[in-house]
T-cell receptor
Framework: GAVVSQHPSWVICKSGTSVKIECRSLDFQATTMFWYRQFPKQSLMLMAT?????????EQGVEKDKFLINHASLTLSTLTVTSAHPEDSSFYIC??????????????FGEGSRLTVL | TQLLEQSPQFLSIQEGENLTVYCNSS?????LQWYRQEPGEGPVLLVT?????EVKKLKRLTFQFGDARKDSSLHITAAQPGDTGLYLC???????????FGTGTRLKVLA
């Protein structure tokens, strides 16, 4: 099956620093990628929809200047948490869509990245 | 506003018992997916239901899509400890291009 890889799988950083998380589709091209945030014992909350070559669409309440998303190629999207603070600590998961139509079920998930901000 | 509500939120049962998880929405979905997630990992796709009224079986798991394509259910027969995990329904509400997840059901099966 298709593979989506996230890196790093876990990161610890100091408050005020920026952290970049990469999401790669390894064996298919992904026009659309989704970024989610998951708090302990909760479901996945959609943060933004990332489209290759255009600006990401952020969900209400998600600060676009705080969570920078870049989808520069069909196989790579990055999420940068800028000036991270302890409240940004969370599990971040990306997913990549294979195929042109959203919701067809051809959605593949990365392994997730656990961010801890001290 | 959470478009996909799951119930129950938590469920703790004994091995061998049956259970049903519900996923409800006021929106229509062209398809719904069910996932299971282990701690510290990404969700793993279990099934996709597409047609209203559709029933799919995956070993001891039975999935049903509502006739109006607004709801779905997951039934587990003779639950085993290995079924423990977070179960999530997900899909794209009609009129949007956002892939959203349900509120989740955390299942614990005791040996």
């Amino acid at each position: 099956g298709a593979v989506v890889s996230q890196h790093p799988s876990w990161v610890i950083c100091k408050s005020g620093t920026s952290v970049k998380i990469e999401c790669r589709s390894l064996d298919f091209q992904a026009t659309t990628m989704f970024w989610y945030r998951q708090f302990p014992k909760q479901s996945l909350m959609l943060m933004a929809t990332s489209n290759e070559g255009s600006k990401a669409t952020y969900e209400q309440g998600v600060e676009k200047d705080k969570f920078l998303i870049n989808h520069a190629s069909l196989t790579l999207s990055t999420l940068t948490v800028t000036s991270a603070h302890p409240e940004d600590s969370s599990f971040y998961i990306c997913s990549a869509q294979r195929g042109p139509r959203v919701g067809t079920g051809e959605l593949f998930f990365g392994e997730g990245s656990r961010l801890t901000v001290l | 506003t959470q478009l996909l509500e799951q119930s129950p939120q938590f469920l703790s049962i004994q091995e061998g018992e049956n259970l049903t998880v519900y996923c409800n929405s006021s929106s229509v979905f062209s398809s719904l997916q069910w996932y299971r997630q282990e701690p510290g990992e990404g969700p793993v796709l279990l099934v996709t239901v597409v047609t209203g009224g559709e029933v799919k079986k995956l070993k001891r798991l039975t999935f049903q899509f509502g006739d109006a394509r607004k709801d779905s259910s997951l039934h587990i027969t003779a639950a085993q400890p290995g079924d423990t995990g977070l179960y999530l329904c997900a899909g794209v509400p009609s009129g949007t291009y956002k892939y959203i997840f349900g509120t989740g059901t955390r299942l614990k099966v005791l040996a």
